[in-house]
């Protein structure tokens, strides 16, 4: 009996044992058994945190500091999660662990920040080891999300915490463990890391469209006269039409989000949204499109909108002599090379922008209009979206002639008493009836003058005054017709006398 009774001993006292060592042994993190998905932004939003889940690269954009690895073990999704601090198989050692990300957060939106976070300890002991999770803005302010705290947890907390009051500044993410090397170790896991801007609801009509929530785009000037805007061919990017895309490992696209106006834009650069996992590759990410401006036009500007992103430092003009950055406008002659660089910068606005240029000195020359962000492939990446692009043109006047008035008469003066008086011979001519050139009259007009004699001696006895006419001719042609008679009366006496004398005076008559 006794035999029978101690194997069965023996088997109560092993599953006792086994049950008191699980129960004694530091309890290991485990995730939750049903953890929340990473956070998609909805229509219209963004996210704002780069590589919030630790995923390859480990702590891109990241900057850890003390005791922190990528663990594969412990982790909400994907193939690490990072821990923080020192755990029980870890030296004790007074450390302070953390890893933090610099955000710009854009005016006039809704943020909130969310994250799932293991807090851990070995020894439930008095000392001085904390956890925290704090917000550091520009000027240097602490803000706490996690107070300094040292929990054991069994589970992944999550934390959401609205960051609406920091919204146009820049701040600093921090997730910290400091351990004071004496006693228990302290670490936590972190994962899923992510801050989601929403544009603000509208109170006037709602728009999809991140420019119409952030700040109400306020109606376009009016446009002197003589001027046009309009869209270049395929400026809102709504069709795949007009634009070429330059041929790179990081080509760009056509996106639903963000965009300005209609249902698309363009995407430049490397977006981790859309292209994850790509970093560390040296791109010139572009599109290009052929214009001619016309001789005429006296304005000519180019104006487009830009919604721009980047993991670097911002910059208002990038270099262009280095490889660095940059988000750019530039012209291309037809064979590609460089006209002129109109705009290069390295922005992070995180909204939609209109930039616009002056084209006029590039009037009637065939170019190419070239949108391009360049990344360095330094792992830091760079890119932004572009919309509603436009061009203004204004044309001088043209002058309109001034009617001129018709001719008016001039009135024939009237002689009064206190007029002078005309000389004689004027005022005989006066009063003398118009004489009439019959040439004058049958000539028709246009035909050629041909000289009259007959007229031109009526014409000067006309201008004869009438007491003085002989005969009704003037006197010198009856003093030259009396002349002639009298002449050849002459002529004839004298001939007669010549024959007398030839014949004789005795002669018979």
Known sequence: MGATRTPAVALLLAIALLLLTTVSTPLKAAPALHP???????????????????????FLNWSPQGFVVADPSVKIGGTFSARIGL??????????????????????????????????????????????????????????????????????????????????QQITLIFGVNNDGVGSKTWMYVDDVSIIACPTPSTATPTPTITATMTPTPPPTPLPEGCVTTEI????????????????????SYVSNPVRSGVRSVRLGIDPATTPGVSGKESFSSIRQAINLPTTANVAKISWWHYDRTEEGVLSEAPRMILVDRQEMVLLNMDLST?????????????????TVDLINFR???????????????????????????????????????????????????????????PMATAMDSSAPPTIDPNTILRNQGDPVVENVAASSAQT????PAATLWFGRAPGDVLIWVGVMVGGLAIIGMLAWLIRQYRGPNAAP
């Not at 006209?339 to 930039?355: E, I």
């Open 339 to 355: 006209a002129a660089v109109l705009y290069s910068a390295r922005l992070n606005s995180g909204a939609w922008v209109q930039t």
């Open 36 to 58: 929340a998905a990473y956070p998609t932004p909805p229509v219209g939003c963004n996210e704002l945190v780069t590589n919030g889940t630790f995923e390859s690269p480990i």
């Open 233 to 252: 061919p395929n400026g809102g990017f709504e069709n795949d039409t007009a634009w070429i895309f330059g041929d790179d490992p990081t080509p760009p």
């Open 364 to 422: 009637g020359r065939p170019l190419f209009l070239y949108f391009n962000v360049l990344n360095d492939g330094n792992n830091l990446r760079t890119w932004q979206f572009i919309d509603d692009v436009t061009l203004t043109l204004c044309y001088p006047p043209t002058p309109i002639p001034t009617p001129t008035s018709p001719p008016t008469a001039t009135p024939t003066p009237t002689i009064t008493a206190t007029d002078t008086p005309l």
């Open 87 to 168: 755990t029980a198989s870890d030296p004790n050692q007074n450390i302070a662990s953390s890893i933090r990300q610099t955000i710009n957060l854009p005016a006039g939106f809704d943020i909130s920040l969310s994250f799932q976070w293991f807090p851990k300890f070995d020894l439930d002991i008095s000392d001085a080891d904390i956890q925290f999770v704090n917000i550091q803005t520009a000027n240097g302010s602490i803000i706490p999300v996690v107070s300094n705290t040292k929990q054991n947890s069994t589970t992944w907390l999550p934390i959401n915490f609205p960051l609406n009051s920091f919204a146009g």
């Open 461 to 464: 006895a006309s201008a004869t």
